[in-house]
């Protein structure tokens, strides 16, 4: 892929970004959910990127299936064609959401092992996930294990030069009543504005306009 290598002029500090001379409409791309029918952090995931695509955003998922990536060892192995699909979307991306669920107080392996391939990203133009604003969405049965594991989460996307977005959502997948019978449609506020976040930082770093 070739770079531009100029920041964008509506943003003359903005990163690097290889696609500032096509890109017409924002890609978001999504990571995370489970392998479980219905996962509950999947289904959060498709509604936040259903508001980005509702702000004018272009959208890529890649769910639990397509993250299911062999166990990353540094230069150790050929990538797999899915791994070099999820480092091209994200080479590709201005910006991110990742949607963990709350596994032993943390986010799953699963998705932490496809982060982890981001280091193969280390000597792009914008290595790893800089410049890209991430909303980070996370699911678990109890509100601790959603605190402890959204802390996590925003600390890798910071080690990978991310900018992890003012509002995280956090989701008691167990917790329903008789008011809000469906926890992830309950969150659908909170998700609607990490999209709003994500999307309006995206356009002001690719310089292609204003979030509608
Ligand atoms: C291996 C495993 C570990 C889990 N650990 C926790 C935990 O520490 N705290 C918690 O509140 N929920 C825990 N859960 C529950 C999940 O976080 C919760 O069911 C979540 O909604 C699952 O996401 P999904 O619906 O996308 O599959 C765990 C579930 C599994 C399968």
Redesign the pocket.
């Known amino acids: 892929m070739t770079s531009t290598a100029s920041p964008s002029r509506a943003n003359p500090g903005a990163s690097v970004n290889p696609n500032d001379d096509v890109r017409t409409s924002p890609l978001i791309l999504g990571l995370g959910?489970?392998t479980?029918p219905g996962?509950?952090?999947?289904r959060a995931l498709r509604l936040a990127l259903g508001e980005a695509r509702a702000l004018g955003a272009t959208t890529e998922i890649l769910s639990a299936v397509d993250l299911a990536l062999p166990h990353y060892a540094p230069g150790q192995h050929e990538l797999t064609p899915q791994a070099r699909r999820m480092l091209d979307l994200i080479i590709q991306c201005d910006g991110l959401m990742i949607a963990t669920?709350?596994?032993?107080?943390g986010p799953s392996g699963l998705l932490k092992n496809a982060l982890d391939y981001t280091e193969e990203l280390r000597d792009e133009p914008r290595p790893y996930l800089e410049g890209r604003a991430v909303g980070c969405i996370v699911?678990?049965?109890?509100w601790?294990?959603t605190a402890t594991t959204l802390a996590a989460v925003r600390s890798t996307v910071h080690a990978l030069r991310g900018w992890p977005t003012p509002l995280g959502v956090t989701i008691n997948?167990s917790a329903s009543s008789d008011a809000a019978p469906d926890p992830i449609s309950a969150a659908a506020p909170q998700l609607a504005l990490l999209a709003y976040q994500v999307v309006s930082f995206a356009r002001w770093q690719a310089g292609i306009g204003s979030t509608r």
Do not use: M
Not at 101 to 105: Q, S, Y
Not at 139 to 142: E, T
């Open positions: 959910g489970t479980r996962s509950s952090s999947e669920p709350g596994f032993h107080g699911c678990a049965a109890g601790q294990a997948s």
